[in-house]
């Protein structure tokens, strides 16, 4: 568990903010070897503090440019660039540990903020609350457009999520949704199959005997045609 690098007290798990002293601490990055570079060309605003944000070159597979907010410490990430960080931080995870999921989120502050939209840090239109993967309890704020933004602490989270196998268990539940959607599709195709042969109300008179045996239809025909007359 993460400590409050002013009073050392324990952090909650996926936050940075201490609820003793009230400091922010940088646990997103502890580990990855960053570096400051400058303000984004085209100013980016953080949508919790209304301040530019700050570019971070994570120098991962070579340039991977983040931005960071020097204030409340929330990240935004280029569209794809967060998965592609937690695939660079996290490998090797073949197992599910279910019940290591359940306390980290049991275990986890609630949300720092009040539940509420915030604009996307570029186009300043309001973003969608998404949740990220199965189990993983945060809700990424994401611009379709621009990218997604985490709240400080929010990282560090999904790293623990994913060294849990939050992404095996993601896999594992997309899996079953697939196979539900195929057995729902074929119980849909069987339905229909039982319908299409059911005999018409005109029965035997119908086009198989006619094919099968033209004469007797003919027969059939006339017979029913001097019943009926
Ligand atoms: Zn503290
Ligand atoms: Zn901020
Ligand atoms: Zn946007």
Redesign the pocket.
Known sequence: MAKCSHCNAPLPDGSVLCVYCGDRNDIDLAGIHYYTTHESDTPRI?P??D?RLKTLDLKLNGTFLIER?V??L?LFFDPGELEALLEATVSNVFLIDRKGLDSINLRRQADQYPIAYIKCPVCTQYMYRVNFGTRSGVIIDRCKAHGVWLDGGELRHLMEWMKLGGKLLDQERQEQIRKEELKRESEQREKLAKIQVEPSPFGSFGDPLRQSDPDLFDIIHKALRLFTR
Do not use: A
Request: with cysteine.
């Open positions: 953080c919790r503090c301040i907010c204030q409340c929330g």
